[in-house]
């Protein structure tokens, strides 16, 4: 195989770990904070404990694209052997 051939396909598989990554905690953080709205109607007096939950289960779901675009940065930048 050519090498611009392998340097197009490290490129697509870059473009995609950051997009799906991207995707990923969008919908991520859209069930959280939906299941934050649904837990504070069904129980108004347990707000805080509630609301510390849902930041800790954005700050994870947040981690997962973080840790994609240094997957992508280095396929993207490195020196294309893994």
Known sequence: MSTLYIKAMF?????LLLGMGALGSGVGDGLVMSKYVEG?????EAR???F???IL????VEAFPVIAMAFG????FGSGQL
């Open 52 to 54: 510390a939950g849902s």
């Open 73 to 76: 940065i280095i396929i993207l």
């Open 40 to 44: 504070i109607s069904r129980q108004p």
């Open 11 to 15: 490129d697509i598989a870059a473009a």
């Open 57 to 60: 289960g954005i700050a994870f």
């Open 48 to 50: 805080g404990q509630i």
